[in-house]
């Protein structure tokens, strides 16, 4: 992961990933994964997303991490929250009310410090990161989250036309990095609007993945795309 790459689009606002509503690929399949009231969901690579303000006013409690500081305070200012910061380890976290963000790198974040989460909702953060570190982030999230149920959102387009981020992850990838935890549901599609920056079309799908009883890992990194 190109932490200075990340670090600069926040520092220049170069930030036109950040949407400016809640995404609806989230308010229109969250109820699929059937999760309680108050329930904890976890938010990788999070940014300042309107995501966290639709999770919360929907009674759920939120924990996230990103790399930028920038994105953080923006996000708890946004929200009207003052947050209490304090270090841990590596890290730095941000919490206020039911919203808890580190900041950092995620790989620093362990299990005991993120606590239990109900589920994971991934936008943006898979599709963030470069092939090589695919396999190492889906293995890192599904033990900080004890193979919690994600709903994740997944894009796929010709990158020959266009280098990401963000990249393009189809099917076959997902299930390399996902298959042996998971039972991985498509439940819809969606072409890009616009498309990739107006340079090619793209799709993004939305995926519910619960987990398998005999949860476990491929190991092998090759396969990833």
Not at 93 to 105: I, K, N, P, Q, S
Not at 146 to 174: C, H
Request: glycine share 8%.
């Amino acid at each position: 992961m190109d932490k200075t790459f990340w670090h600069g689009k926040w520092q220049r606002n170069e930030i036109g990933f950040h949407e400016p509503r809640p995404n609806p690929l989230l308010t229109d399949h969250f109820g699929a994964l059937s999760l309680p009231d108050g329930a904890r969901v976890f938010v990788p690579l999070c940014g300042k997303s309107r995501d966290i303000h639709w999770l919360l006013e929907h009674g759920c409690q939120v924990a996230g991490i990103e790399l930028s500081p920038i994105a953080v305070t923006g996000l708890f200012s946004e929200l009207g929250l003052t947050p209490r910061i304090s270090p841990v380890g590596p890290l730095v976290r941000y919490e206020a009310g039911h919203l808890c963000v580190w900041t950092g790198d995620i790989f620093n974040l362990t299990q005991a410090a993120l606590g239990h989460v109900d589920a994971v909702y991934d936008r943006a953060a898979l599709i963030a990161l470069p092939a090589p570190i695919r396999v190492a982030y889906a293995r890192h999230l599904v033990s900080i989250t004890n193979a919690a149920p994600e709903l994740l959102v997944s894009m796929e387009y010709d990158q020959s036309r266009k280098a990401g981020p963000p990249f393009s992850v189809d099917e076959n990838a997902l299930r390399h990095y996902y298959g042996d935890t998971f039972i991985l549901d498509c439940v819809a599609h969606r072409a890009v609007p616009g498309g990739l920056k107006g340079v090619c079309p793209a799709t993004e799908s939305v995926w519910i993945m619960k987990p398998r009883r005999e949860a476990g890992f491929r190991d092998d990194p090759t396969h990833a795309t």
